[in-house]
């Protein structure tokens, strides 16, 4: 207990005796309550023993005779008056308005809005302090209440992360803690257990093969939390997931349900295998190599953890997972394929760069985007929206390579001959015989005299394109100019031919064509009618 000085010895007692309670002494002055209550305990003692000549009556200010050993605090008076101490909600000048403040409160208005609307219109004469102790007791919040989840055999698993024991690193050589990736059957509660130095989008999808193959089967769904390598964009209603996971998910027949951010109760069965495994397998533990503690968590997982009679299920784990077993979804026979996915964007030639290869991309419109899946041999080119399988390639093994078929060149006349030869043989033998003898006698500068013979055939009949090559070839014409005159005549002829003889023959008899006279008669009648 601190001893004030006379002067604030003085200003305690004068508030005292106007009736101001500690608390608002206490913020007046800044003077400890325990020092105040002090005082005010030895003014009351000395004004009850009648005292006249004590230092406060006559000073007015109170020196404390032992500040070493202050006297024990008398009891309180509303103890030695009252047998039954009252509630301190039945104390506050509050208590009366209870069911308007409660549903103030409930509504979320702060203390100070429900004090101002109290005086306002409610007559409240009290402290504003009252007020704000009263809506502080009214916001109390009842203890969260916690589902206990069930699951069937084989619905779900779930995985996480934690911290493995101190192994040896080995290119520091010093010890550091890899990390530990669990996966645990949430009906047998039978866990999966591995370590790793690294994370990544593979290795990530890669132990959750290893756990599906561990135990033989896969899960309907799995329950993981919103980390990168499983989940890129954490949404509550529609999570994005990596591709290269939710590929590997789909392969194996199974469906990804991510954790609420900041929700670790949602996948509790593997929170508890975590610390299962930290605190009674790995605690105090140290390995030398990676390999020696997967050994020894994997032997620990068949010995121990396995066999054991689980907690809160009163069963044995192992006998759980056999049960669980025949419900797992079978695996299929090949591992999935991993791959690695870019975007590109299509070239004007129809074509994606990738690692300095180019690659047709046809249909892909030119400017467009597209998705592109590199795997160990060959990469896939999808549509960036439906992700539809648009190419597949096989991987180029040199720099600058161009996996682009001539039938997909716009022009190249280093590569057209095939591409000129092989259009002339659909039109027909005699064709195709003129094109090659052009090109046997003029090489490759006769590509143009070939591309106008093929090209005849959009405008001219096949088959009279095929009968002037077949004169060309006897005449000896190496003249893409003859060849269409002698195509445009043969069409003519055969025009003319058709003509003659689908053209019908005139007559002046028919059952149809009347008389002459019958024509002057109408023709008299309808004069006679308009000029009477």
Excluded at 25 to 50: C, M, P, Q, V, W
Excluded at 54 to 63: H, I, K, P, Q
Excluded at 79 to 108: M, T
Aim: with cysteine; glycine share 4%; hydrophobic share 35%.
């Amino acid at each position: 207990m601190n001893v004030l000085k006379p002067h604030r010895q003085s200003t305690v007692f004068t508030l005292i005796s106007q009736g101001i309670s500690h608390r608002q002494i206490h913020r007046l002055t800044g003077i400890d309550r325990k020092t105040i209550r002090f005082y005010a305990n030895a003014a009351s003692t000395e004004a009850a023993d009648g005292d006249s000549n004590s230092s406060t009556l006559a000073t007015g200010f109170l020196v404390a005779p032992n500040v070493e050993n202050p006297p024990p605090w008398p009891p309180a008076i509303s103890r030695q008056i009252e047998p039954k101490r009252i509630p301190k909600l039945a104390r506050s000048a509050c208590e009366p308005h209870r069911e308007w403040i409660q549903a103030q409160v409930r509504l979320g208005r702060n203390a100070m809005a429900i004090y101002q609307e109290l005086v306002d219109r409610r007559g409240f004469t009290q402290a504003y302090n009252s007020v704000k102790r009263f809506c502080r007791g009214l916001r109390r919040a009842e203890p969260e209440q916690f589902d206990r989840l069930e699951f069937s055999p084989a619905e779900e698993s779930q995985v996480d992360y934690g911290e493995g024991a101190p192994t040896r690193h080995p290119v520091t050589g010093k010890y550091r803690k890899p990390r530990l990736f669990v996966m645990t059957l949430c009906y047998s509660r039978r866990s999966f257990r591995q370590v790793v130095w690294k994370s990544s989008t593979q290795t990530w999808a890669r132990l959750h093969e290893q756990a599906f193959r561990y135990f033989s089967g896969s899960t309907h769904y799995v329950c993981l939390d919103n980390l990168k390598e499983g989940v890129l964009k954490p949404d509550i209603y529609e999570p994005q997931l990596n591709p290269v996971y939710a590929a590997m998910l789909a392969h194996y027949h199974c469906f990804a349900d991510p954790a609420r951010v900041r929700d670790p109760d949602r996948k509790g069965r593997v929170e508890n295998a975590i610390q299962h495994t930290q605190s009674t397998a790995l605690k105090g533990k140290r390995f030398e190599s990676i390999e020696a503690q997967n050994a020894f968590l994997m032997d620990w997982e068949e010995r121990w953890a396995a066999p054991r009679i689980h907690g809160r299920a009163k069963r044995q784990v192992e006998a759980m997972f056999q049960e669980e077993k025949p419900y797992l979804r079978p695996l299929p026979l090949e591992y999935f394929r991993y791959f690695k996915e870019e975007t590109r964007t299509v070239q004007d030639d129809r074509t994606v760069q990738v690692n300095d290869s180019w690659y047709a991309a046809r249909p892909a419109r030119i400017g467009s985007e597209v998705i592109v899946r590199i795997f160990e041999r060959e990469l896939e080119i999808r549509d960036m929206t439906t992700m539809a399988l648009l190419r597949r390639h096989p991987l180029a093994y040199k720099k600058g390579e161009v996996l682009l078929p001539d039938a997909e060149r716009i022009f190249n006349p280093s590569r057209q001959s095939r591409q000129i030869l092989r259009q002339a043989q659909d039109i027909g033998p005699n064709a195709h015989a003129l094109c090659q003898r052009l090109f046997d006698k003029r090489g490759r500068e006769a590509h143009k005299s070939m591309w106008g013979i093929v090209a005849l055939v959009p405008r001219l009949p096949a088959r009279i394109v095929e009968q002037a090559a077949t004169i060309a070839l006897a005449r000896h014409i190496s003249s893409y100019k003859a060849v269409r005159l002698l195509a445009e005549q043969m069409l003519a002829q055969a025009l003319a031919r058709l003509e003659a003889d689908t053209a019908p023959p005139l007559t002046q008899q028919h059952e149809l064509i009347r008389e002459p006279t019958e024509y002057a008669e109408f023709f008299r009648q309808r004069s006679d009618a308009l000029n009477p």
